[in-house]
Every structure is written in C-alpha cells, then in structure tokens.
T-cell receptor, first 112, second 111 residues
C-alpha cells in the first residue's frame, strides 16, 4: 500500500513564526501536492510538484512556499505564519498514471 | 473555470440507502472520483469511474454517471454508522495532474 506520511498531526505556532510542514511518500511518485481544508470550503490546492526541484502554484499560493529537494519529500513553508493560516493541511501524491491521489492523515495547524 | 458542486449535508437512518449527488461543469473530464474522509483523517479513494462508463458497482457502493447532464452519484446500500464521513466528489481531465474537488458532503447516519 502507498504510504503518505505527514510529520505532525497537530501543531500550534505563534503569529510571525516560520513553520515547516513535512510530507514523505514511499512509492517513488513524481507528483506531490499540498492542500488546505477549511469547513465549508472543501480542499484548495496550494502548490504541487511534478518532479524534484519543480513546483507550480495552485489556487492559493500566497503566504506559502514549497521545497522538493528529494523525490520522496515535499515540504510546505509558511514564511511568517498568520492567524488566517489556521487550517488542516493535507499532503498527497499521485500514481504514475496520474489516475489516483493518495493522501496523508493531515496536519491541523493552529496559529495563535 | 471548472466547478464541482455537491450538497453539504445528508442525514439517513441506519439500514437505509444513501445517495450523494454531484454535478460538474468540465466536459473534458475523463476520471470521476469519490473520496471518503473519516473524522480526523485524510482522504481515502473510495471508487472512481471513467467517463466512458455509466455505472460501476463495488459491494455496497454503486456509482452512476450521466455524462449528458454532467451528474455523478454515489449510492451506499444498507448504510451503517461506520459510513458516517465526509464524501468528496472530484473530476479530472485525462491529461491533467490535478483533480478538482467539490466541497464535500457530510453523511450522518443515525440509529
């Protein structure tokens, strides 16, 4: 089975802090994604990466950056956390045929 | 742009059938998906259908696709309390990396 692992289940940070959310997949998938999930808004794509060191902006990239130095790891960075970035963050990778997405368990981030 | 619409809530009695509906606008959609999210967890792929099919059945789950009306439905037979979750509809054109998700339907199953 594909495993997508997010390093933290819950995180609490202060306004202005730099925050790193880590995601690792074990199936050698090329494509990886970061979404945020908010009640009533569903999933919104922040960034995705289709190869090492390659990234593309999604629908809501403002306030975020990403890093993909190794194929298995995709990091989401909040350069200066703000309260409106309090959310559930979901990482995903897609199968080589791009047919299916596999999600991690999510990181619930609270910015105080 | 592309849009996927689904109602936000559905409440059913245990043992009844549940039908969750979804409409989409992108006529180039090739793949149509149903994902399930249990409380506190990520999304799990439940089932998916190609646009050249009109029905897919997998145990208690039946997916129906009306391509002309761009309408997708998920029927869960004999709904159980363990089926309580958020169900997301999604669509993706064949050449695209990225599916478009609906906002999710919260299914509440009560005794």
């Amino acid at each position: 089975d594909v495993k997508v692992t997010q390093s933290s289940r819950y995180l609490v940070k202060r306004t202005g802090e730099k925050v790193f959310l880590e995601c690792v997949q074990d199936m050698d998938h090329e494509n990886m994604f970061w979404y945020r999930q908010d009640p009533g808004l569903g999933l919104r794509l922040i960034y995705f990466s289709y190869d090492v060191k390659m990234k593309e902006k999604g629908d809501i990239p403002e306030g975020y950056s990403v890093s993909r130095e190794k194929k298995e790891r995709f990091s989401l960075i909040l350069e200066s956390a703000s309260t409106n970035q309090t959310s559930m963050y979901l990482c995903a990778s897609s199968s080589p045929d791009r047919e299916k997405l596999f999600f991690g368990s999510g990181t619930q981030l609270s910015v105080l | 742009g592309e849009d996927v619409e689904q109602s936000l809530f559905l409440s059913v009695r245990e043992g009844d059938s549940s039908v969750i509906n979804c409409t989409y606008t992108d006529s180039s959609s090739t793949y149509l998906y149903w994902y399930k999210q249990e409380p506190g967890a990520g999304l799990q792929l439940l089932t998916y259908i190609f646009s050249n099919m009109d029905m897919k059945q997998d145990q208690r789950l039946t997916v129906l696709l009306n391509k002309k009306d761009k309408h997708l439905s998920l029927r869960i037979a004999d709904t159980q309390t363990g089926d309580s979750a958020i169900y997301f509809c999604a669509e993706k054109p064949g050449g695209s990396y990225i599916p478009t998700f609906g906002r999710g339907t919260s299914l509440i199953v009560h005794p």
